[in-house]
């Protein structure tokens, strides 16, 4: 049974899609069989992993969510082997409309689910920064959810509202819901505001602030445009590296019974991640520089 984690922040700019696609392709790097549900009518997810929506624009997850097509139909290949997506586009902003006279309107993505959860190891839903309908949904199907969290106080006040929506929903659909973590993005060390930022959310939420912070980096950036995730267009930055460790730090929370644990055993028992998957991935971006130069 998959592992079904939401990204969410009602807060557009936090970081929300790049987080979901880099996090997915690191799972999938480790070879943990992971799914991709681009649930943002913008389709950042699904450009981000070079996607054509166009090509998918007769099946993706709008026709799942409003019932025309079964959830398996519409899932597709990306570069990774181990890394598969069901796309969006812009008919996904109906859905709300559409669904608001639908009886049991907000279970749509969880019954979806239930005929592909167990292919998978994990299933990342890339939430619309916003707290309406589609959001809901991904919050009824998840057993998790990830709050990436630009490390500025306008953040943190998003934060709360958002954790409201998350008591109403496991208080009316979803009891089993839990944090899976708060990830802090955009992190620049040099900055004081930043530092201050994440130590409060520390000190608030203690093992549940994922140990990884992920930096302010220029190929992170960049990597949406090559549609390509930080791993295929630039292993050796920053960015890469921290993703990598966020991927880590959740394999190791399925690893172990208590976060105490994981302060006990640290990174050591995580299995390293193949290296001949490593060295292609190295050899995709040396590929991807050299078209680019020329």
């Not at 943002?40 to 969510?65: C, F, M, T």
């Amino acid at each position: 049974m998959a592992k079904i984690i939401a990204l969410a922040n009602q807060k557009g700019g936090v970081g929300k899609t790049t987080s979901t696609i880099n996090i997915a392709a690191c799972l999938a790097i480790a070879e943990k069989k992971t799914l991709l549900i681009d649930l943002d009518p913008q389709g950042n997810a699904s450009v981000g992993l070079g996607i054509d929506k166009e090509l998918h624009e007769d099946r993706n997850i709008y026709h799942v969510i409003i019932g025309q097509s079964e959830l398996k139909d519409a899932i597709y290949d990306t570069e990774l082997p181990f890394l598969k997506i069901c796309p969006a586009d812009g008919n996904l902003i109906g859905a709300e409309i559409e669904l608001v006279s639908e009886m049991a309107r907000e279970q749509k993505l969880k019954n979806a689910f239930a005929t592909v959860a167990d292919d998978y190891d994990y299933i990342l839903i890339d939430c619309p920064p916003s707290l309406g309908l589609l959001t809901l949904n991904a919050l009824n199907a998840a057993n998790k959810y990830i709050v990436p969290l630009q490390t500025e106080y306008y953040a943190m006040e998003g934060f709360a509202q958002l954790q409201n929506t998350i008591r109403l929903v496991r208080s009316s659909l979803n009891p089993q819901l839990e944090m899976e973590g708060v990830l802090l993005t955009m992190f620049d060390a040099r900055t004081s505001l930043h530092k201050q930022v994440s130590e409060e959310m520390r000190n608030a939420f203690g093992d549940k602030v994922f140990k990884t912070v992920i930096p302010r980096n220029v190929k992170l950036s960049e990597s949406p445009s090559f549609g390509k995730p930080i791993i295929l267009y630039d292993i050796e930055s920053k960015g890469s590296e921290a993703y990598l460790n966020v991927a880590k730090e959740i394999i190791m929370k399925d690893r172990v019974q208590a976060p105490s644990e994981i302060k006990e055993y640290g990174f050591e028992e995580i299995p390293e991640i193949p290296e001949e998957l490593l060295v292609a991935a190295k050899e995709k971006q040396e590929t991807n520089q050299t078209q680019t130069l020329n």
